[in-house]
């Protein structure tokens, strides 16, 4: 018995899951034109020979492929993985909650997920769109049509990257984030790097700081409020975050825009004899923050924004930041 014939014998012997293959049993020809530059697929289903099967098949389409036999593995292994596509076994997912919960897991954010099980004319086929599916197949699993499902689903995840780095070439640095929760749907390569830099997270993790921020913004747009920009600084780098609207799916899409402060506070270092520290609290007072603001910029408390101004009031003989600013921007312009 050759390899072949091994693989339909263990299929005809399984009924939860028929793949349909010819009746002669042979595999369908590889599908080199879905390969998408190796892309990896992470398989989801707790039948052995499913996973056997599957997981050969989009291997021989020149897919890299890990498999696991439930929902805790998956998540475990996505961030080292980060597979650019899901297949999950309809039978593990009870509810819609376990879904959203699993599409919500670090690696597995904006990665598309096909349902393998539900009937066409079924209630579960909406209940996984719902859920966060972006396609499902239907039992008997015909390998020809998960093949070109998902060289359908990783084509369009293709054009999308291309289009965000389209954008990064010009400079744009933008960010996607789900309506529903705030996750980091995409993003353009500069804006990955700059929320790493400024709020140091992982990639793909939304910052706390930029939702709550998001959910201030969202809630002033609902009473027609004009959305203020979320501004932070590090190592003289200022980020700036505005909130340019809704995409067509009805997500957030937010522009970045970093800018270089660190000229300005070194001269003001320089021409007042202040710390680092001391002089980019000074530069935020010039620019006509109040202590809150330059806590929130420079990511320390309100306390320490206080202390940090007691001492240069005390070096620039000062009492008030009105009269420190001006003594500033004085011996600045001299």
Not at 88 to 106: I, M, R, V
Request: charged share 20%; aromatic share 4%.
């Amino acid at each position: 018995m050759n390899s072949t014939d091994v693989i339909a014998s263990t299929m005809h012997q399984r009924d939860a899951l028929a793949f349909d293959f010819p009746a002669d049993g042979a595999r369908p020809a590889p599908q080199h034109v879905a390969r998408a530059d190796q892309a990896a697929v992470l398989i989801i289903d707790d039948q052995r020979a499913n996973l056997l099967v599957l997981q050969h098949v989009l291997e021989e389409s020149g897919y890299r492929v890990a498999a696991v036999a439930g929902l805790a593995q998956a998540a475990a292994l996505a961030p080292q993985w980060r597979p650019d596509l899901v297949l999950l076994a309809q039978q593990l997912c009870a509810s819609g909650g376990q879904l959203k919960a699993l599409l919500a897991a670090p690696g597995l954010v904006g990665v598309p997920c096909i349902m393998l099980g539900p009937q066409a004319d079924s209630e579960q086929v909406w209940l996984a769109l719902e859920a966060g599916c972006v396609d499902t197949v239907p039992k008997p699993v015909r390998a020809r049509e998960v093949l070109a499902r998902v060289a359908a689903q990783l084509r369009g995840q293709r054009e999308a990257r291309q289009a965000r780095q389209a954008l990064d070439a010009f400079g744009h640095a933008c960010l996607v984030l789900r309506a529903a929760d705030g996750a980091r749907i995409w993003h353009t390569p500069l804006a990955s790097q700059l929320v790493h830099f400024h709020f140091e997270v992982p990639d793909r993790v939304t910052p706390p700081a930029v939702l709550r921020w998001l959910q201030q913004a969202i809630s002033g747009k609902q009473t027609g409020q004009q959305a203020d920009n979320l501004i932070t600084a590090r190592g003289g780098r200022r980020l700036e975050l505005s909130l340019h609207g809704r995409t067509g799916d009805g997500d957030w899409l937010l522009m970045l825009r970093e800018s270089s402060d660190q000229a300005s506070i070194e001269a003001i270092a320089a021409g007042l004899g202040l710390t680092p520290r001391e002089a980019e609290v000074m530069y935020w007072v010039i620019k006509g923050k109040i202590n809150r603001d330059i806590a929130a910029i420079l990511s320390l408390s309100p306390q320490t924004v206080k202390k940090h101004l007691e001492h240069v009031f005390a070096k620039l003989g000062v009492e008030t930041r009105t009269a420190a600013a001006a003594l500033a921007l004085g011996r600045l312009r001299n």
